[in-house]
């Protein structure tokens, strides 16, 4: 049997042995009263109204990118590894969808992710229909979307978004003209493996006698002025050249790169282009709380003597090498600073200020997504197998992702474990850090240091019009 699964669903998976997994939880693979997996209920996941349907055997085809420099890893089912926890579980999951529908599914890898969209725009424009479904990030979901390529969740019959297996914060704001193109959830591990995060280096924390900061967090107090004031305890120009400067024994007080601007707007409750009340998105980094904001977020990414805020590459070997306090990165870099002989603590990204309601997760450029090809005559078949892949994803696949390992495996302590439900809790997707060229907000706000109410007087209106041509050619369909 020809299968690809892991590579479908990890898209952001570090290559590094993990242990095997122990009896699932949840759903198993039937019982001895005759029911399927997917018949027997389960606490705290939803039950979707799926018909009892055999396909016979019938490929289900996906598309996705293999191997990237971002971690991601593709996987040959057929030589799976059982010493690969998340493999394993992806494996299992996927043979009870196989079993309980008798299909067949069928990985198909790219080189790239955008060599996906390159392949998918050309499958739907031919009208080939060779893909029932496409594992991409959400950035190429968002470009294929705009060439109106997409098929609407709504007309993917059996898919209810409503369930708590699918993504909601994705459903909520990623709307466009009042529809869903693209999601994630308990389909999939690669959409929690791009949530920003704030990891830190525990003994600094300790010799430097700072707060803790969980107990920030706790006391909401966990802010951008807070995590300033400590990281400016620590920075130090070790080699007294007047310089701060990576690769060298200077020790930084904050690590993080030029996706952190969209991370501290998000952070503080605001996006480059929001959802209206009717469902339709706008653009809001014209307004006058988004260019305080902004400028704001300068004042760190800017701050030298503080603050490494341009090379990626370096976030990781100063957070393995003990050159900083904090640095900003994507969950999956767990694993490898697990690595680490130095002991490290994870928090969410912290407030603008207090009066923040809550703490906003940013959701990264790479993050994945499940999307489908516009006017796809298996609409059907594709929903069903969709919500089954996403509804046993719930009982066998995030179960071992989040619980088994992330929190039981790479959290260093119970703190951290803790700060993980906070994390995960609201994450944030930005419509304009996916699709700039509606937006500007990666291609222009996240480079600018200057005030952008003079960049929004020239090129606003320019950026809107896009907006609306794209949402007119949608809403046309």
Known sequence: MKKFLCLLLIIAMVAVPLVACGPKEGVTPGGDDGTKPADKVVEGVDTPNLPDKKFNGADFNIMTEKEEKWNYYPLDIDEIDENDAYATAIHNRNMLVEDRLEINIVGDEKDSAGAVNDQFQTDVTSQAYTYHAVFNTVQQAMTAIGAGNCMPFSQLTYVNLDNNYWNHDCTEQLTLGGNSYVNAGDIMISDKEDIWAVYFIKSRIKDQKLESPYDLVNNNEWTWDKMMEMADEVDEDVNSDDTMTINSSDIFGLCTHWENYAASWESAGLKSVEIGEDGMPYLAWGEDAFYDVHSDIVDIMTNKEVVSGENIDWITDAIMKNKTLFGTEVMSFVRKYRESENEFGIVPYPKYNSKVPRYYSYVALNSAGVFVAYNHP????????????????????????????????????????SMLDIIFEYRCYDIGVFKSDIAASTAVLSQSTNNISTLWGKVGSKYQDALDRMLNKLLSK
């Open 378 to 417: 298996e609409a059907e078949y594709i929903s069903i197998v969709l919500e089954t892949m996403a509804w046993l994803g719930k009982t066998n696949l995030t179960p071992e992702y989040y619980d088994k390992q992330l929190k039981g495996r790479y959290a260093s302590d119970q703190e951290s474990a």
